[in-house]
């Protein structure tokens, strides 16, 4: 069976990688508009936090040998701690300040998490093994499914409808929501907002770091993985706006795919059909396609 | 006032500097980078905006010099004249589509854009890829001039420098960098006086990228080569950590902070070496690897500790210091009449 020239197997098989990239890609956007929303910060370092989600996974396993499992509870936690410190001690005197600051801060930041990786493990891929019980496929009849591909997709979407409904159902999400309206108000009725801030912080990054462990056994773990991804996110979050989970998912998901799709039909533009995509979005739909004009 | 002196007195000592010791070639290097900072603060510093895809600019425009000047035996002042256009066409094109957007979006915009033409020149096959553009001659300027001794291609540099420096500086000055400062300070106000507030920031983001394209250009000229590195976003960050490091918005900060980031990269190996004879740290010895540590630790440093920048701060305190003279000049003539 062929579609559109390709076979199918090959078609289906991209498609599934589109998908997982796409995975990543919502993951790291969710946690970036959170942390927009709340502490009107444009995390830059939320690409590192995704690296150095994965370095700790290959870390805890080859320093102390534990296991995948036990590091995808690890490293998004000590990932957190990290960015709790960060948001503590630094991000925390700019809130008052022009948006600018906060993303200059954060690349700073990126730069030495990056270069303090590098001058440890150097800029070579290194490899990290799913776990045995993952490493196989499932014949689906019209293709063979890498069970790792599809726990990696069910993985991250648990994360994200559990995101949204975090932040949309219960009582925490009401006081995050006020926070991000009128943080003062919301300080009023005597909630500690700026641990909430601190908090809010620590769990976008600590997702960021959940994805960065899933991308592990898929991606080579190198100090500089993160650096594409984000650009890649800040053109989705462009496209998509940072006003809506449900938008944002769905744009990262859309991306990931029509990327795949191109490494498929037409190689050479896989690098760049996101960006020309923003370009077209900001030519047609200036506000972004979920984004309300801010 | 100030400015113009400052202005000639630099111009006079960068005149002397080869005769004072001074390495010709590194001292075009940072007048380059200079020139580049110097474009990007007419933008963030004077507009307010955030590009952080100036490497494009930049970089294709030392890449289409290069290619001219040594595949097409164009002369080099067609080379640099071709490298600011194509900065500048690609400074509308970026700037019509990002102006579209504000604010953070903005700076996210300009950064994927820049990212896109980054991955358009891996790609591509005159710019070499990965192995760079290598061995561009510098001809004859004018076709008479020949630029292959340092010191005659300095002076010419350093004229071309003291142009494009003077001319942001008027821009700065013209009612155009009066109107782009109101903009800066109160965006919704200069569109109630009638202004129509996108056209300017597309005429300022050309203009500055017409600029970052001549500094690429000289740079090829000047080092004989383009490379990736010049496309690469973190290209942007540290044109960004010159600007800011020197001062936002002050005329001669951003030389400064280029002078400041470009002397440590190429001192960094020789300090780390002394650092680790001197603390017995070995890690140290590899500082010069570690660019960006030190790069990123300076952002941070500068904007938690001085967000005005070592001119701005300077500035600062001057005029601090004036008020407080003036204050007590005052108090003392109040004493007088009493």
Same mark, same amino acid.
């Given at each position: 069976?062929?579609?559109?020239?390709?076979?199918?197997?090959?078609?289906?098989?991209?498609?599934?990688?589109?998908?997982?990239?796409?995975?990543?890609?919502?993951?790291?956007?969710?946690?970036?508009?959170?942390?927009?929303?709340?502490?009107?910060?444009?995390?830059?370092?939320?690409?590192?936090?995704?690296?150095?989600?994965?370095?700790?996974?290959?870390?805890?396993?080859?320093?102390?040998?534990?296991?995948?499992?036990?590091?995808?509870?690890?490293?998004?936690?000590?990932?957190?701690?990290?960015?709790?410190?960060?948001?503590?001690?630094?991000? =925390?005197?700019?809130?008052?300040?022009?948006?600018?600051?906060?993303?200059?801060?954060?690349?700073?930041?990126?730069?030495?998490?990056?270069?303090?990786?590098?001058?440890?493990?150097?800029?070579?891929?290194?490899?990290?093994?799913?776990?045995?019980?993952?490493? =196989?496929?499932?014949?689906?009849?019209?293709?063979?499914?890498?069970?790792?591909?599809?726990?990696?997709?069910?993985?991250?979407?648990?994360?994200?409808?559990?995101?949204?409904?975090?932040?949309?159902?219960?009582?925490?999400?009401?006081?995050?929501?006020?926070?991000?309206?009128?943080?003062?108000?919301?300080?009023?009725?005597?909630?500690?907002?700026? =641990?909430?801030?601190?908090?809010?912080?620590?769990?976008?990054?600590?997702?960021?770091?959940?994805?960065?462990?899933?991308?592990?056994?898929?991606?080579?773990?190198?100090?500089?993985?993160?650096?594409?991804?984000?650009?890649?996110?800040?053109?989705?979050?462009?496209?998509?706006?940072?006003?809506?989970?449900?938008?944002?998912?769905?744009?990262?998901?859309?991306?990931?795919?029509?990327?795949?799709?191109?490494?498929?039909?037409?190689?050479?533009?896989?690098?760049?059909?996101?960006?020309?995509?923003?370009?077209?979005?900001?030519?047609? =739909?200036?506000?972004?396609?979920?984004?309300?004009?801010? | 006032?100030?400015?113009?002196?400052?202005?000639?007195?630099?111009?006079?000592?960068?005149?002397?500097?080869?005769?004072?010791?001074?390495?010709?070639?590194?001292?075009?290097?940072?007048?380059?980078?200079?020139?580049?900072?110097?474009?990007?603060?007419?933008?963030?510093? @004077?507009?307010?905006?955030?590009?952080?895809?100036?490497?494009?600019?930049?970089?294709?425009?030392? @890449?289409?010099?290069?290619?001219?000047?040594?595949?097409?035996?164009?002369?080099?002042?067609?080379?640099?004249?071709?490298?600011?256009?194509?900065?500048?066409?690609?400074?509308?094109?970026?700037?019509?589509?990002?102006?579209?957007?504000?604010?953070? @979006?903005?700076?996210?915009?300009?950064?994927?854009?820049?990212?896109? &033409?980054?991955?358009?020149?891996?790609?591509?096959?005159?710019?070499?890829?990965?192995?760079?553009?290598?061995?561009?001659?510098?001809?004859?300027?004018?076709?008479?001039?020949?630029?292959?001794?340092?010191?005659?291609?300095?002076?010419?540099?350093?004229? &071309?420098?003291?142009?494009?420096?003077?001319?942001?500086?008027?821009?700065?000055?013209?009612?155009?960098?009066? &109107?782009?400062?109101?903009?800066?300070?109160?965006?919704?106000?200069?569109?109630?006086?009638?202004?129509?507030?996108?056209?300017?920031?597309?005429?300022?983001?050309?203009?500055?990228?017409?600029?970052?394209?001549?500094?690429?250009?000289?740079?090829?000229?000047?080092?004989?080569?383009?490379?990736?590195?010049?496309?690469?976003?973190?290209?942007?960050?540290?044109?960004?950590?010159?600007?800011?490091?020197?001062?936002?918005?002050?005329?001669?900060?951003?030389?400064?902070?280029?002078?400041?980031?470009?002397?440590?990269?190429?001192?960094?190996?020789?300090?780390?070496?002394?650092?680790?004879?001197?603390?017995?740290?070995?890690?140290?010895?590899?500082?010069?690897?570690?660019?960006?540590?030190?790069?990123?630790?300076?952002?941070?440093?500068?904007?938690?500790?001085?967000?005005?920048?070592?001119?701005?701060?300077?500035?600062?305190?001057?005029?601090?210091?004036?008020?407080?003279?003036?204050?007590?000049?005052?108090?003392?003539?109040?004493?007088?009449?009493?």
């Amino acid at each position: 069976m062929e579609i559109l020239g390709m076979p199918l197997q090959a078609a289906s098989g991209q498609l599934v990688l589109g998908l997982m990239n796409g995975c990543f890609y919502a993951v790291l956007s969710l946690g970036l508009s959170l942390i927009f929303g709340l502490l009107n910060v444009i995390n830059f370092t939320h690409g590192a936090f995704f690296m150095l989600g994965a370095l700790f996974a290959w870390m805890g396993t080859n320093y102390f040998g534990f296991d995948y499992w036990l590091m995808l509870v690890i490293a998004p936690l000590s990932v957190g701690a990290v960015g709790v410190a960060v948001e503590r001690s630094m991000l =925390r005197r700019l809130y008052k300040l022009d948006h600018l600051y906060g993303l200059l801060l954060t690349l700073g930041v990126t730069l030495i998490f990056e270069g303090l990786s590098r001058s440890v493990y150097g800029v070579s891929g290194m490899s990290y093994a799913a776990p045995d019980s993952l490493a =196989r496929a499932v014949d689906l009849g019209f293709m063979m499914l890498p069970a790792y591909r599809a726990w990696v997709v069910v993985a991250s979407l648990a994360v994200c409808g559990t995101a949204w409904w975090a932040i949309e159902r219960t009582q925490l999400g009401a006081l995050l929501r006020a926070a991000t309206e009128n943080p003062r108000l919301v300080a009023a009725f005597g909630v500690d907002v700026p =641990r909430m801030v601190s908090l809010s912080y620590g769990f976008g990054v600590a997702i960021a770091a959940f994805a960065g462990v899933l991308a592990a056994p898929v991606m080579q773990v190198s100090p500089l993985m993160g650096q594409s991804v984000i650009i890649t996110v800040f053109a989705i979050v462009v496209i998509g706006g940072m006003g809506s989970i449900a938008g944002s998912v769905l744009t990262s998901l859309a991306l990931g795919v029509l990327e795949s799709l191109t490494k498929l039909f037409y190689p050479e533009a896989s690098a760049t059909v996101v960006f020309a995509v923003m370009a077209l979005v900001l030519l047609v =739909r200036p506000a972004g396609l979920f984004g309300q004009s801010k | 006032m100030h400015n113009r002196f400052a202005f000639v007195v630099g111009l006079a000592v960068l005149a002397a500097a080869p005769w004072l010791g001074a390495y010709p070639a590194f001292m075009m290097k940072l007048m380059c980078f200079a020139l580049f900072a110097t474009s990007l603060n007419l933008l963030l510093g @004077y507009v307010g905006l955030l590009s952080f895809g100036h490497a494009a600019f930049f970089g294709v425009a030392a @890449y289409v010099a290069g290619n001219a000047l040594r595949d097409h035996g164009v002369p080099p002042e067609g080379a640099l004249l071709l490298g600011a256009v194509v900065g500048a066409a690609l400074g509308l094109v970026m700037g019509l589509l990002a102006i579209r957007r504000k604010g953070i @979006y903005f700076a996210m915009a300009t950064l994927a854009l820049a990212q896109m &033409i980054y991955f358009f020149c891996v790609q591509a096959p005159f710019t070499g890829g990965e192995d760079g553009m290598q061995g561009v001659p510098r001809g004859r300027l004018f076709g008479v001039l020949p630029l292959d001794d340092d010191l005659t291609l300095y002076y010419v540099v350093l004229a &071309i420098g003291a142009m494009a420096f003077a001319f942001i500086g008027r821009v700065i000055d013209s009612p155009f960098g009066r &109107i782009l400062g109101a903009l800066k300070e109160n965006e919704a106000r200069t569109v109630s006086l009638g202004y129509d507030v996108d056209r300017f920031k597309l005429l300022a983001f050309v203009i500055s990228a017409a600029c970052a394209g001549l500094a690429g250009a000289m740079k090829t000229l000047v080092l004989g080569f383009a490379t990736l590195s010049d496309v690469h976003w973190t290209m942007s960050g540290t044109v960004i950590l010159m600007t800011l490091l020197g001062g936002l918005g002050t005329r001669l900060g951003p030389a400064l902070g280029a002078v400041i980031v470009v002397g440590l990269e190429t001192r960094l190996a020789a300090f780390g070496t002394w650092l680790a004879e001197f603390t017995r740290i070995a890690w140290f010895q590899g500082l010069g690897e570690s660019v960006g540590i030190v790069t990123g630790v300076m952002f941070v440093a500068c904007v938690l500790l001085f967000r005005r920048g070592i001119v701005g701060e300077i500035a600062q305190w001057l005029g601090r210091r004036e008020r407080t003279r003036a204050r007590l000049s005052g108090h003392m003539m109040q004493s007088d009449a009493s």
